[in-house]
């Protein structure tokens, strides 16, 4: 198939194929350190030559793929470029690819983008179309979910980057007969960003926590009570840097807790979707000592369950605690959670061994309601 750029119009924005006198621009433009990261095929850094042999050369490949300018419906200002690359044009499927500048970020050009060019593709016979994203970039994941396109999976090692290496990237889809409008995530954003009750605030866990994180599993009982093996400084690294890819998909909400008087990393706190089928979370946490004794973990718990109930409609929010660990149930008993079973060799240990969980749980007020009716 072979396919020619014309004049596109979408919401605010007109896509059009790449003119000589685009050239002057690009280099300021795509010089910016996120496209520079985000777009590992760009040069580095970008020059006029670069430009120069985009505008004439490069955009015009219509035998794998078709390239258009972003620019503003009124103005004509450059906002950026996309286009659709072939995957599989005999299958009807295409990848779409997309860069907003700098200066024109979080006012809906990206969107915009991915609806005019999307509806485009549908009208040339695509059926198809993927969308890429890197882990650690989610407000194109976030471009992706509002645009309608669901999270497939993860295509492992699929880009090289600039360091040589191979990155795992999140494939998003969308089907020419997918119907409007984005999709539900299954744990939204906390409003406003942030659950606080004046006294600790629950926020989503970021990139700058790296050191706070790890310090928090290296303390010898968080250590000796996480599953999973030992806390890395390179996997808490990535936990950092995935939590919102990790949270957009749905799996995991990770927070800190933090002491609202100071702001300082009093903790962390997360909220697994582990059964969304049966609207069943699990909450896991640990607090720093020198925080402990003051009920912030109650609080934490709290808000975190209120919210998992009211925002994400979960009805049985659970947690298991070893046998030994009277604090941990003196909390979740504070938090309005109830003993509810012992689940016999159900954590693995260290050496191969096995250990019990006493498991507790909270139900969703509404719930609680509909049970209690005659
Ligand atoms: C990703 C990128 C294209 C987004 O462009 P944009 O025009 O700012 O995005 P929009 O304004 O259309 O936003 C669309 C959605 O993403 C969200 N979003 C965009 N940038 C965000 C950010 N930095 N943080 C959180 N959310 C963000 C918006 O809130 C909006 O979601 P909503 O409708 O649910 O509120 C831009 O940041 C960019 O060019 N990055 C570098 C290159 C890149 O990453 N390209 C994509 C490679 S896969």
């Known amino acids: 198939m072979k396919l020619t750029p014309e004049p596109v119009a979408g919401a605010g924005i007109v896509l059009r194929p790449w003119e000589l006198a685009d050239a002057d621009i690009l280099p300021s433009l795509c010089n910016d350190p996120l496209i520079q990261r985000f777009m590992p095929l760009f040069p580095s850094p970008y020059t006029a ?9 490069g955009s015009a490949w219509s035998d794998t793929g078709v390239a258009f300018a972003i620019t503003d419906e009124k103005s004509g200002e450059i906002l950026g470029g996309t286009g659709l690359s072939s995957l599989h044009w005999t299958r009807s499927m295409a990848e779409i690819g997309y860069w907003v500048a700098a200066s024109a970020r979080g006012r809906g050009v990206a969107k915009a983008t991915v609806a005019a060019l999307s509806q485009w593709a549908y009208s040339k016979g695509f059926y198809r179309l993927e969308l890429l994203a890197a882990k650690d970039n989610p407000a194109s994941q976030r471009v992706a979910l509002a645009s309608g396109f669901r999270r497939e999976g993860v295509r492992s ?22 119907a409007p409008g984005p999709v539900r995530r299954l744990l939204p ?25 790890l310090a928090i ?28 890819s990790a949270w957009l998909s749905g799996d995991v909400a990770e927070c800190v ?12 706190i997360s909220l697994r979707y582990w059964q969304p089928m049966l609207g069943e979370a699990l909450i896991g946490y640990s607090l720093r000592p020198e925080f402990r004794g003051r009920g912030l973990m109650t609080r934490a718990v709290d808000l975190l369950s209120t919210w998992a109930f009211r925002d994400a409609g979960i009805v049985r929010v659970k ?6 660990n009277d604090a941990s149930r003196a909390v979740l008993t504070r938090a309005g959670f109830t003993w509810e079973a012992e689940a016999r060799a159900f954590l693995p240990g260290p050496d191969g061994t096995r250990i019990d969980d006493i498991q507790y749980v909270r139900v969703s007020p509404d719930y609680q309601a509909s049970v209690s009716k005659p």
């Open 49 to 57: 030559e670069d430009a120069l042999m985009w505008v004439t050369q």
């Open 157 to 178: 090692k699929i880009a090289p980057d600039r360091e040589g290496n191979r990155r795992d990237l999140v494939a998003f889809v969308r089907m020419r007969d997918d």
């Open 189 to 213: 954003d906390f409003p406003g960003g942030v659950l606080t009750d004046g006294v600790v605030n629950v926020r989503p866990l970021r990139p700058t926590d790296v050191d706070d994180y």
């Open 217 to 244: 599993y290296e303390l010898p009982e968080v250590a000796e009570s996480t599953i999973g093996g030992e806390m890395t400084s390179d996997e808490a690294y990535r936990k950092c840097h995935t939590a919102e």
């Open 257 to 268: 807790i933090e002491d609202a008087a100071t702001g300082a990393f009093a903790g962390e």
């Open 319 to 324: 947690a298991g605690t070893f046998r030994e």
